[in-house]
């Protein structure tokens, strides 16, 4: 009678524990899974389970049908954002029944993202960081790079930064360095239309530039934006401020406009590509123009680690005088993400 008893205490536990759990997908070979959706970006959905200490991360093209209690905001490809939950109805094709009691029918391949708005602010954060360093016995040789990033999405708007460094010494030269950094805010319109506002700084011994401090404002619009890639222009305006390394050098300060596109494949197995190019022709220094561009090679390792390889480039056709015109970074390193 005794051993009865416990064990309906523990079915009992198990029963409540597992309806705790009260999301559910199903995949395409027809396994499921039980448990709690956290969130969903670049493909890859991640689930909470009772079973294990760590998130089940997924594919989301290998999921064949979803069943949420959990209230996310969905971002669609066409740039549509929706706050409800999901409930899939024929094949391909989810149910969204808003938080304003609407229902919209929508292709599983359309939704891009889910965030769980009921997680708070720290599920909202998304960041990584790598580092990589070198040394050799000639000249005695040291390099350290450090690529790192944070961002916060919200219901409409987005906040992303930034924090590069590059530090390079050896014997009988002066050190080399190259510090870059910034903030971009973002607001989502409809049609993946968004405006924009950006602070960046930049500081490199190779063209003299003790401090570069830039701010644009301008709009911009997503062309592709799905499970494997976002594809996008922007177009503003720019103040730049520039201090040198040399007294004797004149700061300088003038308006520019600038044209970027960006292209981020995330979706080609482990590997990810993020290419990004900027140019900055000047309203108010005659024939002066500046190009930033720069290119990451992700592959993921198990446990949210990460191998790098980067390079950045920096040109101004009309620099100090006696510095270069161009500077680049090449970075491979070891990082991590959350």
């Not at 005794?2 to 009260?22: G, P, S």
């Not at 950094?181 to 506002?197: C, H, I, S």
């Not at 003038?254 to 000047?282: C, H, K, R, V």
Request: glycine residues 8%; charged residues 20%.
């Amino acid at each position: 009678m005794k051993k009865a008893f416990i064990l309906q205490i523990l079915l009992l536990v198990f029963t409540v524990r597992v309806f705790a759990q009260h999301d559910s997908i199903v995949f395409n070979n027809g396994n499921f899974i039980v448990g709690e959706v956290k969130t969903m970006d670049r493909n890859i959905l991640k689930v909470e389970t009772d079973y294990s200490d760590a998130d089940f991360a997924v594919e989301w093209n290998g999921i064949k049908e979803i069943y949420t209690k959990t209230v996310f905001l969905i971002t669609l490809t066409d740039g549509t954002r929706l706050n409800g939950t999901l409930k899939s109805a024929e094949p391909g094709k989810i149910r969204v029944k808003t938080d304003k009691g609407e229902t919209v029918t929508v292709n599983i391949s359309d939704v891009v993202i889910l965030n769980d708005i009921a997680q708070g602010f720290w599920n909202q954060i998304n960041a990584s960081v790598d580092f990589g360093f070198d040394l050799t016995k000639a000249n005695n040789f040291r390099q350290l790079s450090i690529r790192s990033n944070i961002g916060y999405i919200a219901n409409r708007w987005q906040l992303d930064g930034t924090y590069n460094i590059m530090n390079s010494s050896r014997d009988e030269v002066d050190d080399i360095k190259n510090t870059d950094g910034g903030a971009t805010f973002k607001y989502f319109l409809p049609k993946d239309w968004y405006p924009l506002v950006s602070l960046n700084f930049l500081s490199n011994t190779e063209q003299q530039i003790d401090l570069r401090t830039t701010g644009k404002l301008g709009m911009g619009k997503y062309i592709i934006h799905t499970n494997k890639s976002y594809w996008g222009f922007s177009l503003g305006g720019n103040y730049n401020s520039e201090k040198y390394m040399d007294a004797s050098t004149p700061d300088r300060k003038s308006w520019e406009g600038f044209l970027g596109t960006e292209l981020n494949m995330f979706n080609i197995g482990d590997l990810n590509l993020l290419t990004q190019l900027i140019a900055y022709p000047s309203f108010t220094e005659s024939g002066r123009w500046r190009t930033d561009f720069k290119f990451d090679a992700k592959y993921d390792l198990p446990l949210d680690f990460y191998i790098k390889l980067g390079y950045t480039l920096y040109f101004d056709n009309q620099p100090a005088e006696g510095s270069s015109k161009t500077d680049y970074v090449f970075h491979s390193g070891l990082g991590w993400e959350w």
